[in-house]
């Protein structure tokens, strides 16, 4: 009995940590981690222009917005399902990089915890991943993907 109720402590343990580590806003991966620091240190330079085929390491070739009140979003192209990359709340943003044989990696964030949001309406190609700065909205620089590929 003793230790089912340490067991149970640990996993308790360990699912408080994981939503602390994700309510934080720290990075899920290496490759999450990566992007958003290349993201921060260009934007603190005064990027106008944020081309995420120098973000995002890999070899992906579609990126995504994928924001938890979304859903899930099915492409055709890859005949598959993506679970949504950021969460259920205001001013949290997910992008899902696709690579050709469906595999992906993902960032998310948030523009309360990093003051920094992407936005892309839609799909783009990696060849057309470049996001534009538009006008701050108070503390939270925000950077829009320029035209979202058709259906996919």
């Known amino acids: 009995m003793r230790l089912v109720s340490v067991f149970l402590a640990l996993v308790g343990a360990t699912g408080a940590l994981v939503l602390g580590w994700h309510v934080l ?3 899920y991966s290496l490759d999450e981690a990566r992007f ?3 993201a921060s240190s260009q934007i603190a330079a005064g990027a106008k222009e944020l081309d995420l085929a120098e973000l995002m390491p890999g070899d992906w070739e579609l990126v995504c917005e994928s924001h938890g009140y979304d859903g899930p979003r099915y492409l055709k192209r890859y005949n598959k399902v993506f679970e949504p990359a950021s969460r259920r709340q205001d001013e949290a943003w997910g992008l899902i990089f696709i690579s050709a044989d469906g595999s992906y990696r993902s960032a998310a964030g948030s523009c ?3 003051g920094l ?4 309406r839609g799909c783009l190609e990696r060849t057309k991943a470049i996001f534009v700065r538009e006008l701050e909205n108070g503390e939270c620089k925000n950077f829009m993907g320029r035209a979202p590929v058709g259906k996919l």
């Not at 949001?117 to 892309?120: A, C, E, P, T, V």
């Open 112 to 114: 309360s915890v990093r």
């Open 36 to 38: 958003l620091h290349k």
């Open 117 to 120: 949001r992407f936005g892309s």
């Open 25 to 27: 806003g720290y990075p």
